[in-house]
């Protein structure tokens, strides 16, 4: 089994022993293991285990403790070290960068599909207008009215899933966005133009209600588009990150640009005017300005 031993190597060692870690916490949490059960499983010291996975650690294993590891658990070494984002030990590396072009019908599976795989991890996004798991389907109708109608469908199959993934128990979700978004939502101009007020009215008063009931594992961060520029993006825990253009998904795999784009997020919420605990009662301010 060949290592990457290069992706270890410099300033990157501190990103792949965090993935390394956050790896190792979800074998663990798979099997129910303390340290020593699973340190005794793969046959490594305890106290060894214990400075890997220490937070700010950058140590790594060496390589046949990785592949003892690999072999026990049945996932691939590149996947340990955060190369991969499939788990299955026949798993290729995957390119830093892939291209996934998509229609909205299969756009709505591939994205369920990222989301579980990235189960307990924290996902990140900047919607392109409103985000997904908040919008009516009344107002899709308007937003998306040149789709076909299986498209449409696809685009609310995917508000479902989204909005029944942030429902669980261990969904932790970040999403930032500018609050002129929903400005012009509530005054009608940009794309919802011509959306009867009662549409609008019921679009922000679902944002109102959804953020409320979802808090704290869903989190509106709202920043000002004047100050900044945020292409729309999804970021997917360590695992990958995706890009959107339209029809197509730049996906990012590699952990130094993932979390470059993490950084980006950072810096989005450090920069945001309304936090989590304001965002419900702005919309409502919106809601009570409406025309």
């Known amino acids: 089994m060949k290592i990457q031993q290069t992706h270890v190597e410099g300033t990157d060692k501190r990103d792949v022993a965090e993935i390394f870690r956050d790896r190792m916490a979800l074998l663990l949490a798979r099997k129910g293991f303390n340290l020593s059960q699973f ?3 793969v046959g490594i010291d305890r106290s060894a285990l214990s400075q890997f996975l220490a937070p700010g650690s950058t140590r790594l294993p060496r390589a046949e403790t990785l592949c003892a590891i690999a072999r026990t658990y049945g996932v691939s070494v590149d996947w340990l070290m955060g190369l991969i984002a499939n788990d299955e030990t026949d798993s290729e590396a995957v390119p830093m960068l892939e291209v996934e072009r998509m229609a909205e019908t299969s756009a709505s599976d591939k994205l ?3 989301h579980l795989e990235a189960v307990g991890y924290k996902i990140r ?4 207008t409103l985000p997904d798991l908040l919008r009516t389907e009344g107002l899709s109708k308007f937003e998306f009215g040149d789709y076909s109608i299986r498209e449409r469908k696809a685009r609310d199959q995917q508000t479902h899933d989204q909005l029944v993934y942030s429902r669980r128990p261990e969904t932790d979700i970040e999403v930032c966005m500018p609050f002129q978004t929903i400005e012009q939502v509530a005054k ?9 007020i009662d549409i609008r009215r019921d679009q922000l008063e679902n944002m109102r209600q959804l953020i409320e009931e979802l808090y704290p594992t869903f989190r509106l961060f709202l920043f000002d588009a004047r100050k900044v520029y945020a292409a729309a993006y999804t970021l997917f825990g360590p695992l990958r990150a995706a890009i959107y253009l339209g029809d197509l998904y730049l996906v990012v795999n590699s952990v130094e640009h993932i979390r ?6 950072d810096q989005l919420i450090r920069i945001a005017e309304i936090g989590p605990d304001r965002a419900n009662q702005t919309i409502s301010d919106y809601l009570d300005r409406l025309v």
């Open 39 to 41: 340190a005794v499983s």
């Open 112 to 114: 369920a599909e990222w």
């Open 125 to 128: 996004y900047v919607p392109s």
């Open 188 to 196: 009608g101009q940009g794309v919802w133009s011509q959306v009867p």
């Open 260 to 265: 470059a784009l993490t950084a980006h997020f």
